[in-house]
C-alpha cells in the first residue's frame, strides 16, 4: 500500500461519519452546505504525490488485518469476548441509534441527544438496512480503522514489529508500582476517587476503543505533515473531522495543532496569507460551525475543577504520583536514552510533556474522562516521535538489546504490557468460543444492545441521573431553534425514515 493512499483512506474513514452527520442532524440547506464542502475539502486534500519511500507490502497488510481483527476483539466490540463496564453504554448508543430517527430525540423527555456518535454512525446505518443491531458491521468498521492506525505506526517505524508492541505498552508503568507498592505493605489495591493515570493504548481498547481509533488515526496524519510533508496545516480537515467522534480528544487536539501551527511557522507568518494554506484552515472551520452549536446544547459536566480542590487531597495526591508522575519521569527517561530532548523535534516533545503536564491538573468527569481521554492525544503523538527515533536507534545500534543504556526501555516495555495483557488473558478465557466448548465452566454473556430504549434511560439505570443528563441538549439552544431538522407530528425528525437514514418500520 502507498502511503498516499493509505491517508486518503485515513481522511476517508474520519469523514464519512462526519458527511451521515451532517445530512441527518441538519436543516436541508444547512446539510447540503455541510456535505458539499465535506466533499470538496477531501477532494482538494487528495494526496498524490508521495512523501514517504516506505510502502506496505501485501504480506504486512494482511498481517496487520490480522493483528486488528483480534485487538478489536479482545477489546469486546461485537460481543465476542469479554466486556468491561463501559460496554453498557456503548451498546446502548449504539442501538439509540439504530432503533430512532435522526437526530436522536429522548423519548421520556424530548429533548435531542447530545452526544459524540461518530464511531457508531456507519455499522448504524448498516444495522437500519439489516434490520437488527449488528455486532459483525461494528467489529468490521472497527478492525477496519485500527488497521488503518496500524498500517501508520508500521510505516513510520520502518516495519518494526518490537516497536509496534512498544506503542501498545507505552505508559501504565506507575499504575504497576503502585499495585506493587500496596502489596509490599499489605494493603489491596482499591479504585482511586477518580482516575490520574496515563493508560497504555493496548488497555484503553478495553474502554473506549470508539475514542481511541480516531485519535490514533488523527495522531498519525498529524505526525504525516508535520514531520514528512511539513505543512501542518494540511491536518486541519482531520482534526476537525474527529469531534463528532469525540469531544475532550478534540479539544486536545485543537491544542496540539495550534502548537504545532505555532512552531513551524513562528517565523513566517506571512505564509498563512497564500490561498492554500487558507483554504486548508478555513473552510473546515467553517464547516464546524454548525457541529461546534450541536455540542454547545448539551449540559455541563457532573464535576469540573482542578484536582486539588477535591477531598481526600493526600489520597488524590498519591494516585497521582503513581499514575502521572512516575509515567512521565518514564517516558522522559527514553527521551534523554534516545537523545530526542536534542533532535529538531525538541521543542515539540518538550511541548507535548507541558500539554500533558497541564491536562493532569484539572479533572472534568465523575471519573475524570477529560484526562483519560484528553491526555491520549498526547501521548499517542508523543509516542509516535518516540518510536520514530527508537526505529531509528535499534538500526544504528544492532545490539542495542545489550546495551546497558538499553536495560531501561526492555523494563519499561515490560512493565507497560502487564495490565493489557491481564485482560488479553481474561478475553482469551471468557468468550463465546471457551463459552460455547465448557458452559458449565465459563460464564460470559456480551452486556444487550436493547435492555433500554435509549442510553438516557440506562445512563439513569446503570450511573446516575446527573450522568444521563450530561447527554440532554438544553431546551431552546441555538441548534434546537435554528439547525435542527424539523420534527414531524410522532415527534421523529421529518423525513427521518426508510431510505432517508429513520427508524425501523
Given at each position: 500500500m502507498k502511503t498516499t493512499v493509505l491517508r486518503n483512506l485515513s481522511l476517508g474513514y474520519l469523514l464519512l461519519p462526519n458527511l451521515i452527520f451532517s445530512i441527518s442532524w441538519f436543516r436541508m440547506p444547512i446539510s447540503v452546505c455541510l456535505a458539499v464542502g465535506l466533499a470538496f475539502m477531501f477532494v482538494i486534500s487528495y494526496q498524490r504525490e508521495k512523501t514517504l519511500k516506505t510502502d506496505l507490502a501485501t504480506r504486512h497488510m494482511v498481517e496487520i488485518a490480522f493483528i486488528?481483527?483480534?485487538?478489536?476483539?479482545?477489546?469486546?466490540?461485537?460481543?465476542?469476548?469479554?466486556?468491561?463496564?463501559?460496554?453498557?453504554?456503548?451498546?446502548s448508543k449504539y442501538y439509540t441509534l439504530y432503533n430512532q430517527s435522526w437526530p436522536v430525540l429522548f423519548k421520556e423527555n424530548g429533548r435531542y441527544a447530545c452526544h459524540y456518535f461518530g464511531f457508531f454512525l456507519v455499522p448504524a446505518l448498516i444495522s437500519?438496512?439489516?434490520?437488527?443491531?449488528?455486532?459483525?458491521?461494528?467489529?468490521?468498521?472497527?478492525s477496519i480503522g485500527l488497521f488503518i492506525g496500524i498500517c501508520w505506526i508500521f510505516i513510520f517505524t520502518q516495519r518494526s514489529y518490537l516497536a509496534l508492541i512498544?506503542?501498545?505498552?507505552?505508559?501504565?508503568?506507575?499504575?504497576?508500582c503502585k499495585v506493587?507498592?500496596?502489596?509490599?505493605?499489605?494493603?489491596?489495591?482499591?479504585?482511586?476517587?477518580?482516575?490520574?493515570?496515563?493508560?497504555?493504548?493496548?488497555?484503553?481498547?478495553?474502554?473506549?476503543?470508539?475514542?481511541?481509533?480516531p485519535i490514533i488515526i488523527v495522531s498519525c496524519i498529524l505526525f504525516n505533515d508535520y514531520v514528512y510533508v511539513k505543512k501542518p496545516e494540511k491536518s486541519f480537515l482531520a482534526v476537525i473531522s474527529i469531534f463528532i467522534w469525540g469531544i475532550f480528544p478534540s479539544i486536545v487536539f485543537?491544542?496540539?495543532?495550534?502548537?504545532?501551527?505555532?512552531?513551524?511557522?513562528?517565523?513566517?507568518?506571512?505564509?498563512?496569507?497564500?490561498?492554500?494554506?487558507?483554504?486548508?484552515?478555513?473552510?473546515?472551520?467553517?464547516?464546524?460551525?454548525?457541529?461546534?452549536?450541536?455540542?454547545?446544547q448539551g449540559r455541563s459536566s457532573v464535576v469540573s475543577g482542578f484536582i486539588w480542590q477535591f477531598n481526600p487531597l493526600n489520597e488524590i495526591a498519591f494516585h497521582y504520583f503513581f499514575g502521572v508522575v512516575i509515567d512521565l519521569a518514564v517516558l522522559y527517561g527514553i527521551v534523554l536514552i534516545l537523545r530526542l530532548?536534542?533532535?529538531?523535534?525538541?521543542?515539540?516533545?518538550?511541548?507535548?510533556?507541558?500539554?500533558?503536564?497541564?491536562?493532569?491538573?484539572?479533572?472534568?468527569?465523575?471519573w475524570n474522562d477529560w484526562f483519560l481521554r484528553g491526555s491520549t492525544p498526547v501521548l499517542t503523538l508523543l509516542s509516535l516521535f518516540i518510536l520514530h527515533r527508537f526505529a531509528e536507534w535499534v538500526k544504528e545500534h544492532p545490539g542495542w538489546y545489550k546495551m546497558r543504556v538499553a536495560y531501561p526501555i526492555v523494563i519499561f516495555l515490560v512493565l507497560g504490557l502487564v495490565v493489557p495483557i491481564s485482560h488479553l488473558k481474561r478475553a482469551l478465557t471468557e468468550n463465546v468460543v471457551t463459552h460455547t466448548l465448557f458452559p458449565d465452566k465459563v460464564k460470559f454473556t456480551?452486556?444487550?444492545?436493547?435492555?433500554?430504549?435509549?442510553?438516557?434511560?440506562?445512563?439513569?439505570?446503570?450511573?446516575?441521573?446527573?450522568?444521563?443528563?450530561?447527554?440532554?441538549?438544553?431546551?431552546?439552544?441555538?441548534?434546537?431553534l435554528y439547525l435542527a431538522r424539523p420534527l414531524d407530528a410522532d415527534g421523529s425528525a421529518l423525513g427521518g425514515r426508510g431510505a432517508t437514514m429513520g427508524s425501523r418500520p
Open positions: 486488528s481483527l483480534a485487538i478489536i476483539a479482545f477489546s469486546g466490540i461485537g460481543g465476542l469476548c469479554f466486556q468491561a463496564f463501559d460496554f453498557w453504554a456503548h451498546n437500519k438496512g439489516l434490520g437488527q443491531p449488528s455486532g459483525i458491521a461494528l467489529y468490521l468498521w472497527a512498544f506503542f501498545l505498552s507505552l505508559g501504565g508503568v506507575g499504575h504497576v506493587l507498592f500496596l502489596r509490599a505493605i499489605g494493603l489491596n489495591y482499591h479504585v482511586p476517587p477518580f482516575f490520574t493515570e496515563i493508560w497504555p493504548v493496548l488497555y484503553q481498547t478495553q474502554w473506549a476503543p470508539n475514542q481511541l481509533i485543537v491544542i496540539i495543532f495550534g502548537m504545532l501551527i505555532i512552531l513551524r511557522y513562528y517565523k513566517e507568518p506571512e505564509y498563512f496569507l497564500k490561498p492554500r494554506p487558507m483554504l486548508d484552515l478555513f473552510v473546515p472551520g467553517l464547516l464546524f460551525i454548525p457541529t461546534f452549536f450541536f455540542f454547545l530532548h536534542k533532535s529538531q523535534y525538541a521543542n515539540v516533545i518538550h511541548s507535548l510533556f507541558l500539554l500533558l503536564i497541564a491536562i493532569s491538573l484539572f479533572r472534568m468527569g465523575k456480551p452486556y444487550p444492545y436493547d435492555q433500554y430504549e435509549d442510553f438516557y434511560q440506562l445512563g439513569k439505570a446503570i450511573y446516575s441521573q446527573q450522568e444521563a443528563n450530561q447527554f440532554v441538549g438544553q431546551e431552546g439552544s441555538f441548534y434546537e
